[in-house]
Nanobody, 120 residues
C-alpha cells in the first residue's frame, strides 16, 4: 500500500503564498499520476492540479497562473508539491494529496488533508 502525508497548510492573508508538500511511504512501485484536490465547506471535492509520471501538468482554470504543481523522486519516496501564490479567500479549503497507483489493479490513494485558510 501507498500512504500519503501532507504538510504545509495554514492561515495566510489574501495575496500571500503557501507551499504544500506530500510525501509517500511504502512502496513507490506503480505510482502514476499524482494530484492535489480541495474541498471547501459545503462543497464537493474538486481537482486543483495533476501531474503525470512524465511531468505533464493540468490545472483547474481558477488556479492557472497562480499555482504550480511539481513532483520529485527520492530513493523510496515520491514528493508532491503545490506552490500557491496570489492566494484568494475562495482558495480556502482542505487540500488533499492523491496518487493513482497501477499494480495488479488501479487504485486511488489519499492523504489525510491539510487546511488552507486565506483571510481577506
Amino acid at each position: 500500500q501507498v500512504q500519503l502525508v501532507e504538510s504545509g497548510g495554514g492561515l495566510v492573508q489574501a495575496g500571500g503564498s503557501l507551499r504544500l508538500s506530500c510525501a509517500t511511504s511504502g512502496s513507490t512501485f506503480g505510482i502514476n499520476t499524482m494530484g492535489w484536490y480541495r474541498q471547501a465547506p459545503g462543497k464537493q471535492r474538486e481537482l486543483v492540479a495533476t501531474i503525470t509520471a512524465g511531468l505533464n501538468t493540468n490545472y483547474t482554470d481558477s488556479v492557472k497562473g497562480r499555482f504550480t504543481i511539481s513532483r520529485a523522486n527520492a530513493k523510496n519516496t515520491v514528493y508532491l508539491y503545490l506552490q500557491m501564490n496570489s492566494l484568494k479567500p475562495e482558495d480556502t479549503a482542505v487540500y488533499y494529496c492523491n496518487a493513482v497507483v497501477v499494480r495488479l489493479r488501479v487504485y486511488d490513494c489519499w492523504g489525510q488533508g491539510t487546511q488552507v485558510t486565506v483571510s481577506s
